[in-house]
């Protein structure tokens, strides 16, 4: 899938905080944000990677948040898609698989809810954002750098992550679109994924995840944190809008409704709670 032309926000000074996948969660979105503004951390060094709107109840309501806190945004493939006004939500899941099928239902309720001027604001979106924090170069990006909608794992060979990163000037890209946080030391540069705040990361528990990069003279810091919220709360207003009880259920159980597009390494039996990483950027 075509992805967007990029945007370069240069030399950013202080700590950059990053999340993926708000998924029409509002109360996760609003957790996120009064999170950022406890942190200190500006719009301007706030990037979401992408997927604003999908599985949940208030798809407007969470967009309008994102737009009015004025933060750098990658587009997702449900971005591109509903900008479009596309059949489907790109995901990028085989035909007839269980996330192809559960993803039907929520794409009608968002795309029957989005107006024609929120539609234009996610089609000019960015494809990537770029930027710098001390001497390292940052590609944010919502599925891999090639595409998208690709799935890049914790479980997806390496090479084919050194391979995407390669084809950037970057030293470090940082994904969406898989709903799992991690880190990987590549041979040459990383390639970090922010994680999402707006479904679990399928461990068991009802947390969503980001990540907060911290520079200082030698490097840079990357630490995941938890994002706990009141998911009961969204999780009714799914029940409430008649939505798929199948992902309203995820959000307390903290396990994905299925786990089709997870390459074996990835698929947590029974759910392990993630623990919070740290890792170590280096020039
Ligand atoms: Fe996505």
């Not at 992805?3 to 609003?30: C, Q």
């Not at 719009?43 to 208030?58: F, N, S």
């Not at 590609?139 to 595409?147: D, I, N, R, Y």
């Not at 409704?257 to 919070?276: G, N, Y």
């Amino acid at each position: 899938m075509m992805i967007n032309p990029k945007r370069d926000l240069g030399l950013l000074n202080g700590p950059v905080l990053l999340f993926g996948g708000p998924y029409s969660n509002l109360a996760a979105t609003e957790a996120m944000q009064a999170e950022a503004q406890r942190l200190q951390i500006p719009p301007e060094r706030v990037i979401c990677t992408g997927d604003i709107i999908a599985y949940c109840a208030e798809p407007v309501e969470t967009l309008e948040l994102i737009r009015h806190w004025g933060i750098h945004v990658v587009q997702g493939n449900c971005e591109q898609s509903l900008g479009a006004g596309a059949p489907d939500c790109g995901c990028g899941f085989d035909s007839g698989s269980s996330c192809s099928l559960l993803s039907i239902e929520w794409y009608r309720y968002a795309s029957q809810r989005v107006s024609p001027e929120q539609q234009y604001w996610m089609a000019e979106l960015p494809g990537q954002v770029d930027f710098q924090l001390g001497s390292l170069r940052f590609s944010v990006v919502h599925g891999s750098t090639q595409s998208i909608n690709e799935f890049i794992f914790p479980g997806t060979p390496q090479a084919l992550k050194q391979a995407r990163l390669s084809a950037t000037a970057a030293d470090v890209v940082v994904g969406g679109h898989c709903g799992i946080p991690f880190g990987e030391r590549l041979e040459r540069g990383y390639w970090l994924n922010a994680g999402v705040i707006g479904m679990p990361a399928n461990d068991g528990t009802r947390d969503g995840w980001y990540l907060l990069l911290e520079p200082d003279s030698n490097g840079v810091t990357a630490n995941w944190h938890r994002l706990p919220y009141q998911a009961q709360q969204s999780r009714q207003r799914m029940q409430q809008a008649d939505l798929c009880d199948a992902y309203a259920q995820a959000l307390t159980s903290g396990r994905w409704p299925s786990t089709d597009i997870l390459p074996e390494a990835d698929r947590l039996e029974p759910a392990t709670p993630l623990k919070p990483q740290t890792l170590r950027l280096s020039y």
